[in-house]
Each structure stands twice: as C-alpha cells, then as structure tokens.
C-alpha cells in the first residue's frame, strides 16, 4: 500500500580527507535514485468540511451538515443498518429490504431487495469511485453497474460463512470467509496462502490502493506486493479485532474488543488506545475521513480519533438526533464542525414491580449497554462499566426515579433485592424533553 509503504531514502555525502583514492582526481559518485516520500496527510484544518452521515436504527439517516447542524433525511426507513459512500459524494443507506441512494443530500433511488435482479438480501454494502454498487449477499457478491446487476457467485466448495469483502484499486474482488480468503480472478475463486492456521476465524477485509487487510482470531494479516504477512499490533497478546480500516493517507486504524491501535507509521509500533471515557461506550462501528482521522458512533456518542492518538467527541445527549442506536457513519472530507453545545437532560420516572407485586428497596440502573456478565469482568453491576449510568432506588411502593440523564435510548436494569442478581426492565426513553421528566410508568419483572 502506498500510504504504508516503508520509504527508504538514500544520500551520498562526501567528506574532504575521508577517500582513499587521490583527493585532486576523486572518483565521480555513481547517482543514486532517492525515492520520493508521500506528502503526509493534510492537517484537518486544510481539508475542506464536508458532511457526516448516520444510519440509526428508529431514526432514519441523520446529516450533520458542515455547520454542524443536524437533519433527518426523508425518504429511507426509520431503522437503517449502515451507510457509505464514495470520493465524490454519493452515498447510499443500507435497510433491513431496500437500499436508497443519495445524491446532493437526497434520495434519489430506492433498490428493492429482490426486484430487477437485485439480490434477495443486503449484507454488507460498498460504493466504489465509479458508483458501482457492490452487494454481499448469502451466496454472492453482486455488482449493480449502469443500472444492471450481476452475481459473482460462491458456491459451497468455499466454505465457511461469508463474513466480507473488498475491492482493490484495480477492480479485483477480495472475499473473506469464516475459514480463508479468497480473490476473484476471472470466474474462478483462489484461495489465498495468508499463513494463518485452520480455524483463523475471519472477520473483516479492507482495501487500500492494491494492498489487503484481513482480520481474524489470530491477528491482523496482510497482504502486500504479492505476499501476505502477520502483522503484530501487540506483544501482549492477540487482539479480538472488530473492524479494520485505512485512511486516505495511509493511517490504518484497528478496532479491537479493548482497543483501538492506530498505525501512522509503518517502521513503528502502533498506538494503542485504550477504550477509557473516550472510547469505552460499545462502538457500533467506525469510518474514516479525509483528514486520516476516525470516526467511532455508539451509544449516542461520537468520538473522532487523529493519528497522533488525540480526541474530540460529541458527548450523550450532545445529539438528540443520535440518541437511538447508530449503525453506520460515512464522512465526506474533512467533516463537519463539532457542536459547542452542552449535552442535554432529563429525568426519568417509573415504578418497578415483580409478577406484578411492588418491589421496593430494588437497585435500579440505567445505561447504554449493560453488560449481563459483569462479574467475569469483575464489575459490580450491568452498568459499572458503561461511560455513562444512573442509579437510584426503588421506594416503598416500588417508585423510582434517575436524574440528569442525557437525551437518548437507554437500557434499565434491576436488581433483586437479597439475591445479587439482576434483570432486564427494558429499553426507554426516545422521547426524552430537555429539562423535563421521562415517565416510563411500571415496569414488571416477569422472573
């Protein structure tokens, strides 16, 4: 990949008295090719602002223009799965049975699943610079080009699941399985050597110029100048990877369970980040800008992540319009401006009770993402973890009630008095008011 490619630099220097050879007659130095270095990626405040996009999932697609103000584009589904797009501004937002193509910030094509060729369902979705619309499918990778569809076809010789796909520089389609890799030459599938063992468990592939990144169980590999190597982001262990994704500038970014690396440099060890109060909160997913940064969205937040590890970030309730969970991010340029407001709060009131009776005197928890098995990490509760929870306890006749707590869609959580056990009271509070008080009425255990 040109953007991670090592660039040695070579110089010829002569010092008077330092030659063997006659200093009136010194021999002529024989000319040495110095290989041009890539300019670094521009700074963000030379990239030009663009807009942000946000596929939610009950809140149709959301852009931020590049003032930073947010709106809800009509025209798709309320719950999206994801949204990307291409250098020149053509987006498309992925639903459960259609896809609906963007232009100028409006929808101007919706694709049914099933209808005039199209495949039967929608995986995972990319645009390419042409605007050929690239489909995963459960048996095929279909290809929408000039209005027409065609199916490469897998086949069960492949095995495994199909996990991802890629498409390099040169057209050439890169699949991954649960079990290998494979490039699309012609109308044949080749298995590709990565060296990994024979349960790599692969997970995500990406495409950056003509060089290939593939995760699985067993690490980061890639795929460069006709080789694939293992590539190390840690010495401590193999990261569990989630996403892998390179910037235009070459910046690879790693999303791991614990950890987001980041690479700048290939001749140096990756940064590791750990997912603390900037990172913690069960990112959905992640994109890149043109600026080398990364874009993280979950539980109603945004963080955003240059390569030298610093971070700014749009906190819970800072965004209304991203209180429901994000599914997909796609970043034109540099991207928009970040909003200089506060988060936003409420309150939030009910009454908790079991098979129907009251039950006071009940740990009552509000967050994000609860974890369920909280005591193998060594928390204290479903929420100890979260960046951002609520706590109260239920009264005598089983009311309670959480203060300050960011606009958004947030799980409840309720633990059984004298038992250390913990249950599910179920998810709230979309139509949360600024300044104002949620009722979420009663909420019955049923165990």
Known sequence: MRGLARIVVGFVIMLPGCSSEDSTNPPKPRPRKIAPKRPSPAPASEVPAGPAYFATYGGGLVKAATDGTLRVVPGTAKELNGVVGNSKGDVVAVGKGALYRL??????????????????????????????????????????????????????????SLRSFAVDDSGKLWLATATAVFLREGTAWTEQKTGAGRLPGFEAISAHGSA?????????????????????????????????????????????FKYLYVMARPDRPPLRLAQGTEYRGHV????????????????????????DGTVAAWAAGTLPQLAYSVRGVHVVGGGPKLPRNLPQTGSIAGKITRKGAVLAGANVELCWSPDFVFQLRGAKSP???D???????????GAFRLERVPLGVWKIMVELPGTAKWSGAGVCCSGM??????DVGTLDLRR
């Open 103 to 160: 232009r100028g910030g409006k929808v101007v094509q919706t694709i049914r699943a099933g209808k005039d060729g199209a495949p039967t369902e929608f995986g995972r979705v990319y645009l390419d610079a042409k605007g050929d619309l690239w489909v995963l499918a459960y048996d095929s990778v279909a290809v929408l080009s000039s209005g027409k569809w065609t199916h490469h076809r897998v086949g069960k010789k492949l095995g495994g």
């Open 387 to 397: 960046p951002f929870k609520a706590r109260s306890k239920t009264g005598a006749d």
């Open 212 to 256: 290939i990144y593939a995760s699985a169980t067993e690490g980061l590999f890639v795929h460069e100048r006709g080789r694939w190597a293992q590539k190390r982001l840690s010495s401590s262990g193999t990261p569990q990877i989630k996403q892998v994704l390179v910037a235009p500038g070459g910046t690879l970014y790693v999303r791991a």
């Open 383 to 385: 929420c100890d973890a």
């Open 433 to 438: 008011k600024p300044s104002a008080t949620t």
């Open 284 to 307: 959905w997913t992640m994109a890149v800008d043109g600026a080398d940064r990364a874009w993280l969205v979950g539980g109603g937040r945004v963080r955003i992540v240059s390569r």
